[in-house]
DNA sequence: GGCACAATCTGAACACTGTCAAGATGTAAT
DNA sequence: ATTACATCTTGACAGTGTTCAGATTGTGCC
């Protein structure tokens, strides 16, 4: 695993390290990442991602807009239908689901200590799978087109937003708590 | 600030390590907390809180169990009227205005990494304002009595919070998110 | 081809962190 | 007074991210 090498240039550092951050963060969450465990996996010195990256926070930042990119490929292949209703519990369980499958990445994506979130990127990547739910939510409402800048639309779409983000947050966490032990994520979805 | 002292003994060591730990969190959130930095403040040596608390998760534990103890304040000053849709929004704002008072502790109370949570006093102390929320909820819904084992108050309590936690989330990382720029917490608890 | 230059990676260091084992110090009980 | 115990200090260890001088390599230019 620790992946060495011939030559003194790696050839694809960049590409590697991000892999190797990706990969460490999918297997054992935040907790056990750490820039020197990715640079030995990538089979390289402690201080060689400090040349692409700037700091740890330039890697996580990489691996956290490549989970937005995937959480936008969970929500892209669901609610197709043309049931506005079966479309929303879709997208809706297609978000969780993706929470659920990638505890670490879903975690590292809104930790503001961890992420560049002033990053150039930032903005486009993380409105995107939320600019889906939106449509969907207006639509759910029977909206035929939606406006942000109409309050009723944003106040719509910004509860659905809170509900499904926070819904993913307890899921997560609803092993430690004992409040709702026979509550599974449908039981959810069957409201909004 | 070191907060020296003549008496080899501290006295009350352990309670002045709380408060420590409770204002640097306070100030600066998590991210500048360390165990060195509160044993300092409280004008001991670093090895010290190990005899108190065993780790800094013992430590931080103690003060994420006083920040649900304070959120219970904040729920249980808020709404008493008989409206019941005006004690739902009292109760909304009053959760949200907690996190937003208090985003270090807030952020700190949902980290599993940093806080023990098989504690024996975690339970309660994590389910009471919970509890008062749920009442109001049920309330809200229209039942007189609430069960948690029937699955429609489970649901809807479950939806319920949901919503706030993911409200609150996403209000303390609103400044970030160009989303919904003028949109405040009020536009949700119009809806729910 | 050969050479200067820029890009890339290493190695060693620094200032941190949490944790641990031994010893110093004070308190309380016998 | 002496013994037992709780408490705090000292010093160390392994680990972290970051920085910087230098070693190594690929690239473009003559």
């Not at 695993?1 to 090498?5: I, L, N, Y």
């Given at each position: 695993?620790?992946?060495?090498?011939s030559t003194y240039h790696h050839g694809d550092l960049r590409a590697a390290l991000i892999q190797a951050a990706d990969e460490i963060i999918a297997e054992g969450g935040i907790e056990v990442f750490s820039l020197r465990a990715a640079a030995q996996r990538a089979g390289v010195s402690p201080s060689a991602p400090a040349h692409h990256f700037g700091s740890a926070k330039g890697l996580l930042?990489?691996?956290a807009l490549l989970?937005?990119?995937r959480v936008g490929r969970y929500i892209e292949e669901a609610g197709h239908s043309d049931d506005v209703v079966a479309d929303m519990r879709a997208l809706s369980l297609a978000f969780v689901t993706f929470a659920v499958d990638h505890p670490g990445h879903f975690r590292l994506m809104f930790r503001n200590d961890l992420v560049n979130r002033s990053d150039p990127r930032y903005p486009e990547m993380s409105i995107k799978p939320g600019m889906r739910l939106a449509l969907a939510v207006s639509?759910?409402?029977g909206k035929s087109e939606m406006d942000l800048n109409r309050f009723e639309d944003a106040a719509d779409i910004f509860c659905a937003l809170s509900a499904?983000?926070?819904l993913a947050h307890l899921v997560l966490a609803e092993k430690t708590t004992p409040f709702f032990?026979?509550?599974s994520s449908r039981d959810f979805l069957e409201k909004e």
């Open positions: 695993m620790p992946g060495k090498r930042t990489e691996v989970a937005f990119e639509a759910y409402h499904l983000h926070g032990e026979n509550a």
